[in-house]
């Protein structure tokens, strides 16, 4: 297929290209970085191969949500949108942008999205999972109550958020000592990032902001298989529900939810999150660098699914969602 759209493609600045590193063998890193710093060489090549004709570009994780500093997550994140604004204007019919926010400072995440969505023409924001705040020990998720207003201001903005993974501190992840291969995409991002957004759906945030629009990749970190349990847990059990939330998960998931393929190329994968959520909010992305833009697009480019299903997911639902005229 031709023209797919792919939306979690990464990029770093040099203030983050280290925090990649440790996401492969030392022998592989200088083609990752390589291939993280590149934007308008190698992988425009990567794209003109593959029937891809458009990357929506994010900053690399953990990044600005590692930075314990409000000021210097604030001043990176600025300095990343800057650059990335800059890159998109050189090839706007191939490029566009998500926002990087210091979500440390929710009141200045929130200006800096206005910032990048009407004065730069980006489409949303991509943040790294939970962002560390003053201490490398103390973490904030985004179902606190100081991020209501943030989530105000996505909400009228009426731009995608997407939640992409991160590992969990050192010092929450007991359960992975001696088994550090668990780690990363194995396991634990879709682990971190499940439970990062259950939390925002049993928070009430959707009773809130029903109009909010959040993206999850690598096929939906596991929830399309896991959410009718979630919800259905020892069903013959009276017990009050514990959580705000007014409906059942299962339907935020259904109505504020989008999922995309990147770094998940399996066929079965697929057709269970259609079952779950529908074609219409699923979207093609193969999350270069740190997967093959060949990898992503042969195995969807020859899934079996229906050719509606392939154009919506490939192409016309990121039209949709980002409003983009191509």
Excluded at 175 to 186: A, E, F
Aim: net charge negative; glycine share 6%.
């Amino acid at each position: 297929m031709n023209g797919k759209i792919g939306l979690e493609e990464h990029f770093a600045i040099a203030e983050t290209l280290q925090d990649s590193a440790g996401f492969v063998p030392g022998d592989y890193w200088k083609e990752l970085s390589k291939r993280l710093m590149d934007i308008h060489e190698d992988r425009l090549r990567q794209m003109d191969e593959n029937g891809m004709q458009m990357m929506l570009l994010s900053l690399n994780a953990p990044a600005v949500q590692a930075i314990p500093s409000p000021e210097k997550a604030t001043e990176v994140a600025r300095r990343a949108n800057d650059y990335l604004a800059e890159q998109v204007a050189k090839r706007p019919d191939r490029f566009q942008a998500f926002a990087a926010l210091a979500m440390q400072d929710p009141d200045g995440a929130a200006r800096e999205l206005e910032r990048c969505v009407k004065e730069l023409g980006f489409k949303g924001a991509l943040v790294n999972g939970f962002s560390q705040l003053h201490t490398p020990e103390n973490v904030v998720y985004y179902d606190a109550p100081q991020f209501e207003a943030f989530w105000g201001t996505v909400e009228a903005l009426d731009v995608p958020f997407y939640l992409h993974p991160r590992n969990p501190i050192a010092s929450w992840a007991q359960i992975y000592d001696g088994h550090p291969w668990l780690l990363g995409p194995t396991w634990a991002f879709g682990q971190e990032t499940a439970v990062h957004a259950l939390r925002l759906m049993a928070s009430g945030l959707f009773d809130r902001h029903p109009r909010l629009k959040i993206v999850l990749g690598h096929m939906g970190e596991g929830l399309p298989y896991s959410i009718w349990r979630v919800d259905n847990r020892n069903a013959w059990v009276d017990v009050p529900k514990a959580y705000p939330a007014k409906k059942p998960l299962g339907t935020y998931f259904q109505n504020n939810f989008y999922l995309t393929t990147s770094g998940n190329f399996r066929t079965q994968t697929l057709i269970d999150a259609l079952l779950e959520v529908g074609a219409d909010r699923i979207l093609f992305s193969t999350d270069w660098p740190f997967e093959n833009v060949d990898h992503a697009a042969q195995w969807f480019d020859h899934a079996a699914i229906s050719e509606a299903d392939r154009l919506k997911i490939g192409r016309t639902n990121a039209e949709k969602l980002f409003k983009l005229t191509l």
